[in-house]
């Protein structure tokens, strides 16, 4: 995998954030520190978004407008395409 691939996130931040999307969780950056050990949940769902199609939705609560990613309501699952990482989610391979 090149350093391109990766996205500066390793692949198990990729992999975490991808699966709790599609279990429909909503996830913040404070989410991601805590449970995947990383930071870059931003930058991940940006290139979800742009490179891979997926219909993520951000919405920005409280006084610090604190960042929350989620599938848009409705999603089909069964359509979105993969990172490398992730991809055997695809095929129901959730650990």
């Given at each position: ?28 950056h ?17 290139k ?41 989610l ?6």
């Amino acid at each position: 995998m090149t350093k391109s691939e990766r996205w500066f996130s390793s692949p198990t931040q990729i992999y975490w954030a991808c699966k709790a999307l599609i279990e429909g969780r909503t996830l913040t950056h404070k989410t991601e520190i805590r449970e995947a050990k990383g930071w870059r949940l931003a930058a991940i769902t940006e290139k979800l978004r742009k490179r891979y199609g997926w219909p993520i939705l951000t919405e920005y609560r409280g006084p610090e407008n604190v960042a929350h990613y989620r599938l848009k309501p409705g999603a089909d699952i069964s359509r979105l395409r993969y990172p490398p990482s992730a991809a055997s989610l695809a095929e129901g391979g959730a650990a």
